[in-house]
């Protein structure tokens, strides 16, 4: 039950708009442990920490890319040889694909982390929304139909036996309308 309330609690504080969410779940995992829930032990045995060193050094990598001016140099470079007269669609729509291919390899939050600060320079040359382009980058970097490292897709693929091939063969057309959906959605509202 102590469980139970905890996190309900904390569910409840992270759906209001009073505490930031990383706060409020943050006060469910210390009522956790002063509840007896959990022991100081287990909470750090349930720590990936893959994932923290993974997020440790692809925060500094993003930020860097921003204030070095790599990122602009970057979309510059890519303009200056896609040629200025695409429409913004198109480029929106090359972001985004560009994001979910990165969010492949090297997670969803990392993608998000490296394609924001290129994806927003890429506004800024074009005459774009910064705040759409961030946007279809956020969208898109949660696009993963193709891989098994979806934790949606990991559970149903293994026991249904699916296998690579299954999953692009269904995967990129899923991607695609999402992508397609992302991109019709982000510039009504933009």
Request: aromatic residues 8%; glycine residues 8%.
């Amino acid at each position: 039950w102590h469980a139970l309330f905890v996190f309900a609690l904390a569910l409840g504080l992270a759906l209001s708009a009073e505490l930031p969410v990383a706060l409020a779940l943050m006060t469910g995992a210390v009522g956790m442990l002063v509840l007896g829930v959990l022991n100081i032990e287990e909470a750090y045995a349930s720590i990936n920490w893959k994932t923290v060193f993974l997020m440790a050094s692809l925060i500094p990598l993003g930020w860097a890319m921003d204030s070095s001016g790599a990122a602009a140099w970057l979309s510059q470079q890519v303009l200056s040889r896609l040629g200025s007269d695409l429409p913004i669609w198109l480029l929106e729509a090359a972001v985004g694909l560009l994001t979910v291919l990165f969010g492949l390899v090297i997670t969803h939050v990392g993608a998000t982390v490296v394609m924001v600060p290129l994806a927003i320079n890429f506004a800024i040359a074009v005459g774009g929304s910064p705040l759409a382009f961030a946007f279809i980058v956020a969208l898109s970097a949660s696009n993963n139909f193709l891989s098994a490292s979806n934790p949606v897709l990991s559970v149903i693929a293994g026991p249904a036996g699916y296998k690579p091939g299954d999953l692009i063969r269904v995967g990129l057309p899923l991607t695609l309308l999402h992508l397609a959906v992302v991109l019709l959605v982000v510039n009504l509202v933009f």
